[in-house]
């Protein structure tokens, strides 16, 4: 396996009840290394612009209400076969479903507010990557 980048999230309801360092350890305990990493609030229209994809879905407006609610922490984690272990240490998007372990099954409360978001390929995460931070922005 190669040495990847992923993007993730740590969102409003895990920022608005304090489990930042508590994710953030998950994601190093599992030996993913956070290479960037800042805490911002999304206005209406970048949360519109990043969810871009699910805009004819029906929970797109619900989606970026709840990702401006509160500040989020954006983050690049780096390791071998970052994309799939951030996944695992994620867990399944419902927590009920969700490993012992995960995140979510600890942490989420909700499937809508389930706590991080992690990116699903190598395209999407460049592109989620490119989205919030600059090449400046991105030690190794």
Do not use: W
Request: aromatic share 8%; proline share 4%; glycine share 8%.
């Amino acid at each position: 396996m190669a040495i990847q980048r992923t993007f993730s999230i740590i969102k409003p309801d895990a920022t608005k009840r304090n489990l930042t360092g508590k994710i953030a350890a998950k994601f190093e305990e599992a030996g993913l290394r956070i290479v960037a990493s800042k805490r911002i609030q999304l206005t209406l229209a970048q949360a519109q612009a990043f969810y871009g994809v699910h805009a004819e879905r029906p929970f797109f407006g619900e989606l970026c209400e709840f990702m401006i609610s509160e500040p989020i922490v954006v983050q690049v984690l780096e390791g071998e076969d970052a994309i799939a272990k951030n996944r695992e240490v994620m867990g399944a998007t419902n927590p009920a479903d969700a490993a012992d372990g995960t995140i979510r099954k600890e942490f989420a409360l909700s499937i809508g507010e389930n706590s991080v978001h992690g990116s699903d390929a190598p395209e999407t995460a460049a592109e989620e990557i490119a989205f919030f931070f600059s090449g400046l922005e991105l030690v190794g």
